[in-house]
Protein backbone atom coordinates (compact mmCIF):
# COMPACT_ATOMS: atom_id res chain seq x y z
CA UNK A 1 0.00 0.00 0.00
CA UNK A 2 1.24 3.54 -0.93
CA UNK A 3 0.31 6.48 1.27
CA UNK A 4 -0.37 8.97 -0.99
CA UNK A 5 -1.45 12.35 -0.78
CA UNK A 6 -4.86 13.67 -1.22
CA UNK A 7 -4.64 17.15 -1.03
CA UNK A 8 -4.76 19.68 -3.94
CA UNK A 9 -2.99 22.72 -4.76
CA UNK A 10 0.33 24.34 -6.15
CA UNK A 11 2.51 24.16 -3.05
CA UNK A 12 5.88 22.08 -3.13
CA UNK A 13 5.45 20.79 0.28
CA UNK A 14 2.10 20.19 2.15
CA UNK A 15 0.83 18.95 5.67
CA UNK A 16 -0.77 15.13 5.00
CA UNK A 17 -1.54 14.84 8.64
CA UNK A 18 -1.46 16.68 12.25
CA UNK A 19 -1.17 13.94 15.03
CA UNK A 20 -1.75 14.07 18.57
CA UNK A 21 -2.02 12.23 21.95
CA UNK A 22 -1.95 12.84 25.59
CA UNK A 23 0.70 10.61 27.59
CA UNK A 24 -0.32 7.03 28.46
CA UNK A 25 1.47 4.15 30.87
CA UNK A 26 2.26 1.12 29.08
CA UNK A 27 4.23 -1.73 30.03
CA UNK A 28 7.72 -1.96 27.60
CA UNK A 29 10.13 -4.81 28.59
CA UNK A 30 9.00 -5.47 32.13
CA UNK A 31 8.66 -1.74 33.31
CA UNK A 32 5.61 0.58 33.25
CA UNK A 33 6.55 3.75 30.81
CA UNK A 34 4.89 7.02 30.56
CA UNK A 35 4.78 7.86 26.69
CA UNK A 36 3.46 9.75 24.35
CA UNK A 37 4.70 8.52 21.20
CA UNK A 38 1.11 6.54 20.25
CA UNK A 39 0.16 9.99 18.03
CA UNK A 40 -3.14 9.92 15.82
CA UNK A 41 -4.54 12.24 13.57
CA UNK A 42 -6.72 14.90 13.87
CA UNK A 43 -9.42 16.60 12.35
CA UNK A 44 -9.58 20.22 11.73
CA UNK A 45 -7.97 23.08 12.70
CA UNK A 46 -5.27 22.83 16.14
CA UNK A 47 -3.07 25.08 17.74
CA UNK A 48 0.49 24.72 17.82
CA UNK A 49 1.93 26.59 20.89
CA UNK A 50 5.27 27.34 22.30
CA UNK A 51 6.05 23.55 23.93
CA UNK A 52 3.43 21.70 21.90
CA UNK A 53 -0.36 21.03 20.04
CA UNK A 54 -3.27 21.28 21.72
CA UNK A 55 -3.88 17.74 22.98
CA UNK A 56 -0.16 17.04 23.06
CA UNK A 57 1.84 15.90 24.98
CA UNK A 58 5.30 13.96 26.18
CA UNK A 59 5.68 11.08 28.40
CA UNK A 60 9.33 12.03 29.63
CA UNK A 61 9.92 16.22 29.60
CA UNK A 62 13.74 15.48 30.78
CA UNK A 63 14.12 14.14 27.15
CA UNK A 64 11.27 14.78 25.21
CA UNK A 65 9.29 17.94 24.91
CA UNK A 66 10.01 21.62 25.52
CA UNK A 67 10.45 24.50 23.24
CA UNK A 68 13.36 23.23 20.58
CA UNK A 69 11.30 20.39 20.44
CA UNK A 70 7.62 21.48 20.04
CA UNK A 71 6.71 19.53 17.42
CA UNK A 72 8.11 16.14 15.59
CA UNK A 73 7.99 16.31 11.73
CA UNK A 74 7.92 12.98 9.54
CA UNK A 75 8.38 13.53 5.74
CA UNK A 76 5.86 10.58 4.21
CA UNK A 77 7.90 9.85 1.67
CA UNK A 78 9.40 7.64 4.13
CA UNK A 79 6.41 5.20 5.06
CA UNK A 80 7.08 3.86 1.55
CA UNK A 81 10.35 2.74 2.35
CA UNK A 82 9.76 1.03 5.76
CA UNK A 83 6.95 -0.69 4.67
CA UNK A 84 9.05 -2.07 1.89
CA UNK A 85 11.89 -2.87 4.59
CA UNK A 86 10.25 -4.43 7.12
CA UNK A 87 8.00 -6.11 4.60
CA UNK A 88 4.68 -4.82 6.21
CA UNK A 89 1.09 -2.79 4.83
CA UNK A 90 -0.58 -1.45 8.45
CA UNK A 91 1.23 1.73 8.62
CA UNK A 92 -0.35 4.51 9.41
CA UNK A 93 0.78 8.60 9.19
CA UNK A 94 1.74 8.95 13.70
CA UNK A 95 3.26 5.84 13.22
CA UNK A 96 6.66 7.43 14.21
CA UNK A 97 5.08 9.36 16.82
CA UNK A 98 5.17 12.57 14.63
CA UNK A 99 3.17 15.18 15.25
CA UNK A 100 3.28 16.46 11.37
CA UNK A 101 3.30 14.32 8.72
CA UNK A 102 4.62 16.19 5.58
CA UNK A 103 5.03 15.17 1.92
CA UNK A 104 7.96 16.97 -0.44
CA UNK A 105 10.09 18.42 2.48
CA UNK A 106 13.02 15.84 3.54
CA UNK A 107 16.33 15.48 5.36
CA UNK A 108 17.93 16.62 2.55
CA UNK A 109 16.31 19.49 1.50
CA UNK A 110 15.44 20.63 5.37
CA UNK A 111 18.28 22.54 7.18
CA UNK A 112 18.85 23.33 10.81
CA UNK A 113 17.44 26.59 11.33
CA UNK A 114 15.15 27.02 8.32
CA UNK A 115 12.41 29.15 8.81
CA UNK A 116 8.89 28.09 8.09
CA UNK A 117 5.29 29.34 7.55
CA UNK A 118 2.67 26.34 8.31
CA UNK A 119 -0.81 27.39 8.33
CA UNK A 120 -1.10 30.03 10.92
CA UNK A 121 2.07 29.05 12.90
CA UNK A 122 5.23 29.83 11.99
CA UNK A 123 8.16 27.39 13.06
CA UNK A 124 11.82 27.12 12.88
CA UNK A 125 14.47 23.87 12.63
CA UNK A 126 16.46 23.17 15.69
CA UNK A 127 17.25 19.32 15.60
CA UNK A 128 17.01 15.39 14.05
CA UNK A 129 15.31 13.29 15.81
CA UNK A 130 17.01 10.54 18.26
CA UNK A 131 15.01 7.26 18.54
CA UNK A 132 14.85 5.37 21.70
CA UNK A 133 12.97 2.29 23.27
CA UNK A 134 9.78 3.39 22.81
CA UNK A 135 10.21 3.41 18.70
CA UNK A 136 11.11 0.20 19.20
CA UNK A 137 7.97 -0.98 21.31
CA UNK A 138 5.45 0.62 18.63
CA UNK A 139 7.14 -1.23 15.69
CA UNK A 140 8.18 -4.13 17.36
CA UNK A 141 11.92 -4.57 16.42
CA UNK A 142 14.20 -4.04 19.70
CA UNK A 143 16.52 -2.94 17.55
CA UNK A 144 14.83 -0.54 14.92
CA UNK A 145 16.62 2.70 16.89
CA UNK A 146 19.53 1.81 15.29
CA UNK A 147 18.46 0.70 11.93
CA UNK A 148 16.05 3.94 12.32
CA UNK A 149 19.05 6.31 13.15
CA UNK A 150 21.56 4.46 10.41
CA UNK A 151 18.93 4.89 7.35
CA UNK A 152 19.22 8.48 8.09
CA UNK A 153 15.61 8.55 7.98
CA UNK A 154 15.14 10.57 11.56
CA UNK A 155 12.77 13.30 10.88
CA UNK A 156 13.23 16.73 12.96
CA UNK A 157 12.16 18.62 15.67
CA UNK A 158 10.42 22.56 15.21
CA UNK A 159 10.50 25.17 17.45
CA UNK A 160 7.53 27.83 17.44
CA UNK A 161 8.43 30.89 17.00
CA UNK A 162 4.86 32.33 16.36
CA UNK A 163 1.79 30.40 17.42
CA UNK A 164 -0.82 29.33 15.17
CA UNK A 165 -3.57 26.82 14.06
CA UNK A 166 -1.95 24.07 11.61
CA UNK A 167 -4.69 21.33 9.77
CA UNK A 168 -3.81 18.68 7.49
CA UNK A 169 -4.06 20.10 3.40
CA UNK A 170 -1.68 23.51 4.96
CA UNK A 171 1.03 24.57 2.62
CA UNK A 172 4.14 24.69 3.91
CA UNK A 173 6.38 27.99 3.12
CA UNK A 174 9.90 28.59 3.37
CA UNK A 175 9.88 32.06 5.09
CA UNK A 176 13.89 31.93 5.57
CA UNK A 177 16.35 30.02 4.63
CA UNK A 178 19.74 29.26 7.24
CA UNK A 179 22.64 30.80 6.34
CA UNK A 180 25.02 27.69 6.86
CA UNK A 181 22.48 25.67 4.73
CA UNK A 182 23.33 22.30 6.96
CA UNK A 183 20.86 19.76 6.19
CA UNK A 184 19.19 17.88 8.98
CA UNK A 185 20.74 14.99 7.38
CA UNK A 186 23.86 16.57 7.61
CA UNK A 187 24.16 17.13 11.08
CA UNK A 188 22.62 13.52 12.23
CA UNK A 189 25.75 12.60 10.49
CA UNK A 190 28.01 14.50 12.09
CA UNK A 191 27.11 13.88 15.19
CA UNK A 192 26.96 10.03 14.95
CA UNK A 193 28.81 8.50 12.10
CA UNK A 194 31.45 11.19 11.68
CA UNK A 195 33.01 12.67 14.36
CA UNK A 196 36.64 13.43 13.20
CA UNK A 197 35.07 16.04 11.44
CA UNK A 198 35.64 18.80 13.40
CA UNK A 199 35.38 21.66 11.04
CA UNK A 200 31.95 21.01 10.38
CA UNK A 201 31.13 20.92 14.18
CA UNK A 202 32.50 24.26 14.68
CA UNK A 203 29.77 25.27 11.59
CA UNK A 204 26.88 23.26 13.74
CA UNK A 205 27.40 25.29 16.55
CA UNK A 206 27.35 28.41 14.45
CA UNK A 207 23.55 27.92 14.04
CA UNK A 208 21.55 29.99 16.18
CA UNK A 209 18.68 28.04 16.12
CA UNK A 210 20.40 24.42 16.87
CA UNK A 211 18.77 23.14 19.76
CA UNK A 212 21.12 23.15 23.75
CA UNK A 213 21.42 19.66 23.52
CA UNK A 214 23.18 19.04 20.39
CA UNK A 215 24.85 22.27 20.09
CA UNK A 216 26.41 20.87 23.81
CA UNK A 217 27.54 17.36 22.33
CA UNK A 218 29.18 19.35 19.80
CA UNK A 219 31.23 21.68 22.09
CA UNK A 220 32.28 18.75 24.09
CA UNK A 221 33.50 16.73 21.17
CA UNK A 222 35.40 20.16 20.62
CA UNK A 223 36.94 20.58 23.72
CA UNK A 224 38.27 17.21 24.33
CA UNK A 225 40.10 17.64 20.55
CA UNK A 226 41.65 20.83 22.25
Known amino acids: MRLRSTISGEAAVNVLSVSVSKPQVVEIDGKMVSTGIFKRPVDGP ?12 QGDLSV ?13 EHYDY ?35 KIGGATVVVTQPRVPCFK ?6 LPEFPKQFLASG ?6 RV ?11 VELVKPDPEAMSVREVCNLLYFDQKNLDDARRAIGIAALSPGWRGSFEVRLAKAG
Open 46 to 57: IMLREFDFDGDG
Open 64 to 76: HGGPHRAAYVYPS
Open 82 to 116: WQAELGRDDFSFGLFGENLTLEGLTEDTAHIGDEF
Open 135 to 140: LAHVIG
Open 153 to 158: RTGFYL
Open 161 to 171: VEEGAVTAGDA
